[in-house]
């Protein structure tokens, strides 16, 4: 199993450009998440997913927007890229929702907003 | 919101020490999980404890949950170069098990 997978792994943006990160997974895994990781503030939940057509908020959401139209994939959009956006990105999964159980996370995307 | 806060924000050891590294959280929870991140890397789970549970153990490492004082440690004994990484305690809370909280880590760096 390639586990969590994520594309690309580095990106500079100009803002206002938008773009689609990528993030996959092999497990069957019915939860998929993303969060950003930024210095000093650990990780951020964006957006979640229980299934496939099903997604909800998580904590910092705006200027972010996901699908789920497959059990595998689960891209996070930019629709207009802003310097604040600039963060490392991570995709993880789970069998179970994310509190019940080992989330498997991505090896990351790395974001530079000029 | 954060809802665990990790102690120290580092700490540096030598190698065969151990370290400690604690995790206090404000509201009740459902479990509690640390996890490992080596620099540049994604995050790796290590333990899982429950709310009901007050000690686990998986090889080196030992964690405690103290649901009174809202607080949990996480134990590495006999350290290595290797278990330099960053370790966040991680919270899902409020009766929701969908949104899974994490602190802001202790960075440990183990000197040969």
Redesign the interface.
Known sequence: NAG?TQTPKFQVLKTGQSMTLQCAQDMNHE?M?W?RQDP??????IH?S?GAGIT?Q??VPNGYNVSRSTTEDFPLRLLSAAPSQTSVY?C?SSY?????????????TRLLVL | ??QGEEDPQALSIQEGENATMNCSYKTSI??L?W?RQNS??????LI?IRSNEREKHSGRLRVTLDTSKKSSSLLITASRAADTASY?C????GG??????????TLLTVNP
């Open positions: 969590v939860y998440s969060y000093g503030m650990g990780l951020r939940l979640y229980v909800d998580g904590e991570f993880a179970s929702p994310g509190g019940q159980e080992t989330q498997y996370f991505g090896p990351g | 919101s954060q459902n479990n999980q996890y540049g890397r994604g995050l790796v789970h899982l966040f991680a919270t899902a809370s929701s098990n969908y949104k899974l909280t994490f602190g802001k880590g």
